[in-house]
């Protein structure tokens, strides 16, 4: 390769991803014997959830938040989009419990504990701003009990929860891309580390490597 | 269009002790959390669990 190419930043970016993520761990074709459990289950079925709530979203964006209330098929999208999320915090939640029972931080795996923490925090104001831009008796009532709230905090003068067209702004554009870019940069390290084995394993892991049996008492 | 299932046209019920005060519906989601957490714990996972531990 030329010097010039040695010096290109799309060649060390390329470089650094390929050392980082090599293509049989980005995609890979199995996964280890304990994972055959329905605990490993919630993560990917929290990601199936928010694939509906942008699919479901996005339809919604293209007809605009009042469609739902003069369209039965709007209706219907809405409530597609409304217990897609409804589905995505429960298993979110459940995959949460799991995850910290197992001490998911294990061996390398803090980044990948903090992505999907963040991403949990992260959605609740996305689920809110979609709460107060429902159009409805509903999203004032929302709107004016949560306003005090950010008054009561200090975070006032950054949101104004009865400003719609800047709720709705948050709810379908800058709060939907930081949740998918979590997510993402989330799937995007737990493929680079790999899923955390069970607290047992590691412990017969570390005593293999050190020759010694973890039941056995000397 | 058909009625739902359940009549959802009134307020939800409370459940208040001491300084925690949760909706039903609320108190309903946590408790199916809890549920659907520990069957995924305990259920076992079809043709997936190893008998000689994982090597």
């Known amino acids: ?218 | 269009m058909a009625a739902a299932i359940f009549n959802l046209n009134h307020h939800a019920g409370f459940i208040h002790w001491h300084f925690i005060q949760l909706s039903v519906p609320n108190v309903i989601a946590i408790v199916l959390m809890l549920l659907v957490f520990a069957a995924a714990i305990l259920a076992p996972f079809p043709g997936g669990r190893r008998s000689g531990g994982a090597s």
């Open chain 1, 1 to 218: 390769m030329s010097a010039s190419a040695e010096r290109s930043w799309t060649v060390r970016l390329r470089r650094r991803a390929v050392a980082a993520l090599p293509p049989e761990k980005l995609l890979p074709d199995g996964q280890p014997t304990y994972v055959a459990s329905w605990i490993y289950v919630f993560g990917v079925l929290s990601l199936a959830s928010l694939a509906s709530i942008i699919l479901s979203g996005t339809i919604l964006a293209l007809k605009g938040p009042t469609w739902w209330h003069v369209s039965s098929i709007g209706h219907f999208f809405n409530s597609i989009h409304l217990w897609s999320v409804e589905l995505f915090f429960f298993f979110m939640v459940i995959h949460l419990w799991g995850k910290y029972w197992m001490a998911a931080w294990r061996g390398g795996r803090k980044r990948v504990w903090i992505t999907g923490a963040v991403t949990f925090l992260v959605a609740v104001p996305c689920a809110l701003t979609g709460y107060v831009s429902q159009q409805n008796f509903d999203a004032q009532w929302i709107s004016t009990q949560a306003k005090d709230a950010f008054n009561a905090v200090g975070l006032g003068g950054f949101f104004n929860l009865m400003n719609f067209g800047q709720m709705y702004s948050y709810h379908i554009l800058l709060l939907p891309l930081a949740v998918v870019g979590l997510v993402i940069a989330h799937v995007l390290l737990v493929r680079k580390h790999g899923v955390v084995p069970p607290l047992e394993l590691e412990q017969k892991l570390e005593a293999a490597s050190r020759g010694t049996d973890p039941h056995r008492s000397s």
